[in-house]
């Protein structure tokens, strides 16, 4: 059974702070990694993804992925009150299907 | 503009009742998918499909069923079979490893 896990959370860090969401994956062979956020009773939109090991960065978003500890990480940085939301990761497995985790709830206060 | 179309945003159901959600996709993307997710959960596969008149279970898929006649079109027809059919339905499509673009889901109740 493929799983990606995630912690639920909540999640609560202070505004300005960084926010450090982590996910673990189950299949080796998967190949694409994503963060979807979704806001209470939203659909989610992606925000980031990432295939090679290593970094990526996209403003205050990065992603951070490590195929051999089979772990993929997002940081947001400088964090705000509207990045209050849910986060899913997403693993890729069966010509592009994804198995999503539960999701982290992150809160940011003001 | 581009994009996935669902609707109705919000469905009731009577006990007994088949109802069918829409989900078009101007996107020309070959692959589709429906999830449901419950509150606090996470998203569970109830059917998808990756071409034309062919389309596969997912993990959830008894008291569910599609049709895939279009490319743009991945309708989801929710049985009386389904006896908890209560839940926010998300559709999805994607091109290869390329990730998913959701729709704005349909909020079904059961009364």
């Known amino acids: 059974q493929k799983e990606v896990e995630q912690n639920s959370g909540p999640l609560s860090v202070p505004e300005g702070a960084i926010a450090s969401l982590n996910c673990t994956y189950s299949?080796?062979?998967?190949?694409?990694f994503f963060w979807y956020r979704q806001y209470s009773g939203k659909s989610p939109e992606l925000i980031m993804f990432i295939y090679s090991n290593g970094d990526k960065e996209d403003g205050r978003f990065t992603a951070q992925l490590n195929k051999a500890s089979q772990y993929v990480s997002l940081l947001i940085r400088d964090s705000q009150p509207s990045d209050s939301a849910t986060y899913l990761c997403?693993?890729?497995?069966?010509?592009?299907?994804?198995?999503f985790g539960q999701g982290t709830e992150l809160s940011v206060k003001p | 503009d581009g994009g996935i179309t669902q609707s109705p945003k919000y469905l009731f159901r009577k006990e007994g009742q088949n109802v069918t959600l829409s989900c078009e996709q101007n996107?020309?993307?070959?692959?589709m998918y429906w999830y449901r997710q419950d509150p606090g959960q996470g998203l569970r596969l109830i059917y998808y499909s990756q071409i034309v008149n062919d389309f596969q279970k997912g993990d959830i898929a008894e008291g569910y069923s599609v049709s895939r006649e279009k490319k743009e079109s991945f309708p989801l027809t929710v049985t009386s079979a389904q006896k908890n059919p209560t839940a926010f339905y998300l559709c999805a499509s994607s091109q290869e490893y390329y990730g998913y673009t959701f729709g704005s889901g349909t909020r079904l109740t059961v009364v």
């Open positions: 299949d080796r062979g998967s190949q694409s």
């Open positions: 997403a693993v890729t497995y069966q010509g592009g299907k994804l198995i």
């Open positions: 996107l020309n993307h070959d692959a």
